[in-house]
């Protein structure tokens, strides 16, 4: 099914790398405008350029932004819908993994920092996003939590407890559209690990294979998994094949949280 976003204008945060870059190019390969923020501005120009090669000039749009900083969102929020002709949909994608240690050796700066990126973002982004998806419905607010969000460790306090957060902010952003008769829906993607610059630490660690063969024994399915399996989940939360989705949390675990 081709073109299963087309004319759709989406934000993405985090877009230089990962998971927020893998969404980007499956939603400009559907159809769909979008517009590339990150703290990584010299990464969205080039994400940008190479999307509007591949799929024509105005496909993308590159924008610096600290997710931690209200006033860039409402000026970055603003650009964006000025460059596309609207905002139909929000992806709060950015966010960071946090330091290691039990809860009596984690700093408190790691804490607020690590609660910030991935809470505050998130918070800030549907705040001053709505009134523009509101003007382009049905809209579409997608999420990017973690299976850490439901399930704990000892040693990732900060992660835990930001994710999780975004899980039941993700529903309660969902019922607050409803409530205010919106067409906008909020949902949560939540991933184990995949192949993105997130496990690089652990890499350096073990080695390349060896760490992604440690992690791998955790998932039932055997594997790591791929950006796009997180970016095709987000394509159907964007397109209007998910328009009686909202306030879920869709699980791309391999199948960790089963068990």
Avoid at 29 to 50: F, H, P, S, T, Y
Avoid at 136 to 160: D, E, F, K, M, R
Avoid at 203 to 224: C, H, S, T, W, Y
């Amino acid at each position: 099914m081709a073109g299963r976003v087309a004319g759709k204008k989406i934000f993405v945060t985090g877009a230089a790398q990962g998971l927020g870059a893998a969404i980007a190019r499956v939603v400009a390969a559907e159809g769909a405008k979008v517009a590339l923020a990150d703290i990584n501005q010299g990464g969205v120009e080039a994400l940008a350029r190479d999307l509007n090669t591949q799929h024509g000039a105005g496909a993308a749009f590159a924008y610096a932004l600290d997710v931690t900083r209200e006033e860039q969102w409402i000026a970055t929020l603003e650009a964006a819908n000025a460059a596309m002709g609207g905002i139909s949909g929000l992806v709060n994608n950015a966010g960071v993994a946090g330091g290691k240690g039990g809860v009596e050796e984690m700093e408190l700066e790691t804490f607020r920092k690590v609660m910030s990126v991935n809470v505050d973002s998130v918070f800030l982004g549907a705040k001053h996003a709505i009134k523009y998806l509101a003007q382009n419905q049905p809209g579409s607010i997608v999420n990017i939590s973690s299976i850490a969000g439901l399930i704990a460790s000892w040693n990732t306090p900060a992660y835990n407890a930001s994710k999780a957060a975004v899980w039941l902010l993700s529903k309660n952003i969902a019922l607050y559209c409803a409530k205010k008769g919106l067409d906008v829906r909020s949902n949560s993607i939540h991933p184990t690990f995949i192949d993105t610059p997130i496990l690089d630490p652990l890499r350096g660690m073990f080695g390349k294979d060896e760490a992604e063969a440690k992690l791998a024994r955790q998932v039932p399915l055997g594997r790591i998994g791929k950006p796009d399996d997180i970016a095709l989940a987000g394509l159907y939360l964007l397109s209007d094949e998910s328009r009686f989705v909202t306030g879920a949390e869709l699980k791309v675990d391999g199948g960790i949280s089963a068990m």
